[in-house]
């Protein structure tokens, strides 16, 4: 799968565990937190979503809120763990 399908499903996949988003253009800048209004726990059901979606394991290392903190971090963190 390529860098551009990964992102169309991630997307996807935020806007479904973060109805709240609504229609805020999502890009590599957006921040999980801020932009999109993401909790501690919506991340965590967001993780299990991608997990399940791409049939990967994201390492607890890369669960920090340095490492997840934009939507460009975390496609990275998909394409490397996958």
Known sequence: MDRKAREVILKNQIKKTAPACGETQITYG???????MLDSIS?????VSIEEE???EISDEN????????????????????
Do not use: C, H, R
């Open 30 to 36: 957006t921040d999980l937190l801020d932009d999109l």
């Open 43 to 47: 991340i965590m059901q967001l993780i």
């Open 54 to 56: 791409f049939d990967i």
């Open 63 to 82: 669960l920090t809120p340095d490492k997840l903190n934009t939507f460009g971090k975390l496609l990275d963190i998909v394409e490397e763990s996958g």
